[in-house]
């Protein structure tokens, strides 16, 4: 059974730097398209990035110089490193895969992934 595990959400202040983590387990990270995405209340699941099996990334370019998706197949974890947050960045973030190699022109789309994980909340305050 694929379960997806999310740690590392936190409150901080603007300006700020998180690091997530998603343990996964009963399968094999390196075989799966993996990704962040985030919720806020009112509002639609929002991808943030993705990264394909053999660890090429993919990011929503207005987040591209302040999120960075990274993933360690021998430790089935991935990685969102998070600098410079701010307000808006407050969400819960969720972690999602697929079992393909390559996430593809729609990682960003919530509909494409088959398993999730529970969600860390970031609170980012002014």
């Known amino acids: 059974q694929v379960q997806l595990v999310e740690f590392g959400g936190g409150s901080v202040q603007a300006g700020g730097s998180l690091r997530l983590s998603c343990g996964a387990s009963?399968?094999?990270?390196?075989?799966?398209?993996m990704a962040w995405f985030r919720q806020a209340p009112g509002q639609e699941r929002e991808g943030v990035a993705a990264?394909?099996?053999?660890?090429?990334?993919r990011r929503i370019d207005s987040m591209r110089a302040r999120f960075t998706i990274s993933k360690d197949n021998s430790k089935n974890t991935l990685y969102l490193q998070m600098i410079r947050l701010k307000p808006e960045d407050t969400a819960m973030y969720y972690c999602?895969?697929?079992?393909?190699?390559?996430?593809?022109?729609?990682?960003?789309?919530?509909?494409?992934?088959?398993?999730w994980g529970q969600g860390t909340q970031v609170t980012v305050s002014s």
């Open positions: 999602a895969a697929v079992l393909r190699q390559s996430c593809g022109s729609d990682w960003d789309r919530a509909d494409e992934y088959t398993y």
């Open positions: 009963g399968y094999p990270s390196s075989r799966y398209c």
């Open positions: 990264v394909d099996s053999d660890g090429t990334a």
